[in-house]
């Protein structure tokens, strides 16, 4: 199993991003995927994440608003869309997937991880 995310780098404060997290090795559309992020002496917090299917979404209240997860299946492929970006958004950005009902923000349930990929917010 292989989780590749890519498109970080970096931006201005109110800028926007997206990132892309490519999957192979697992049945894609059978795993709940998520977004987490970890910033330079912080703790790994989670971002978001979406269902299977692509119907149900979650995020954290920091970026509620900003911030929003998709997936395409047919390409085994999570994005997620930065805006208004803000400079304590700057954090190495990581993918997982997981298919336990579990509690979607708790890093634990999530069997699978890409590498992460860093996005700098300048201000």
């Known amino acids: 199993v292989q989780l590749q995310a890519f498109g970080g780098g970096l931006v201005e404060v109110g800028g926007s991003l997206r990132l892309s997290c490519a999957a192979s090795?697992?049945?894609?559309?059978?795993?709940?995927m998520a977004w987490f992020r970890q910033g330079r002496g912080k703790e790994r917090e989670a971002v978001g994440a979406?269902?299977?299917?692509?119907?149900?979404?979650s995020y954290a209240d920091s970026v509620k608003g900003r911030f929003t997860i998709s997936r395409d299946n047919s390409k085994n492929t999570v994005y997620l869309q930065m805006n208004s970006l803000k400079a304590e958004d700057t954090a190495v950005y990581y993918c997982a997937a997981t298919t336990s009902s579990g509690v979607l923000t708790s890093a634990r349930i999530y069997d699978y991880w890409g590498q992460g990929t860093q996005v700098t917010v300048s201000s």
């Open positions: 979406i269902s299977p299917s692509g119907r149900a979404t």
């Open positions: 090795g697992l049945s894609f559309s059978v795993h709940v």
